[in-house]
């Protein structure tokens, strides 16, 4: 279901502190289009910089990187809130070790975008255990898991 109560007050705040000055249409196209989608984010970490915005969803994995380079950082999750980066990087990481828990339960695939996203340290929390990998390209990589007793293959 589209979130437009997440994008109003996205926009209510960089409107407030002046942001993006550059890039708007991170704001005002991309950040408005995944918040329009039926399969919209419920909660996520958003970026508001002098130079256009960053929405990062609570999937399966994140990057962490992209918390390095940061104007503001808010936490959506039916309010928006200024987090420090340390925060930010704290509930992103407790939203997808919970995800990933209920994911695991279900026995779905789960597909991770980035080979250093912090996945890894979540899943060994979990019990998974890698037990064999194939990498696929420079960035992504296949693994087979053993969880619970099951074997699952994953995709990073």
């Not at 950040?31 to 419920?42: G, I, N, T, V």
């Not at 609570?58 to 990187?65: E, L, N, P, R």
């Not at 704290?90 to 695991?104: C, D, I, Q, S, Y």
């Not at 037990?131 to 007793?149: D, E, Q, W, Y």
Request: charged residues 25%; aromatic residues 8%; contains cysteine.
């Amino acid at each position: 279901m589209a979130n437009w109560e997440a994008y109003r007050l996205m926009k209510a705040e960089s409107v407030r502190v002046g942001w993006p000055k550059h890039y708007a249409a991170d704001l005002t196209k991309h950040d408005r289009r995944r918040l329009s989608r039926k399969d919209a984010p419920e909660t996520f970490v958003w970026i508001l910089r002098e130079s256009g915005t960053h929405l990062l969803p609570i999937y399966d994995g994140w990057a962490d990187a992209t918390l390095k380079h940061v104007g503001q950082v808010y936490v959506y999750d039916g309010t928006l809130q200024l987090v420090t980066v340390e925060r930010a990087r704290a509930w992103l990481e407790h939203k997808t070790r919970v995800n990933m828990a209920r994911r695991l339960e279900q026995g779905s695939v789960t597909i991770c975008k980035m080979a250093d996203d912090p996945l890894a340290r979540i899943l060994a929390q979990l019990g998974a255990r890698i037990i064999k990998t194939t990498p696929s390209n420079g960035h992504m990589f296949s693994a087979t898991l053993t969880f619970a007793g099951q074997s699952k293959h994953k995709r990073h």
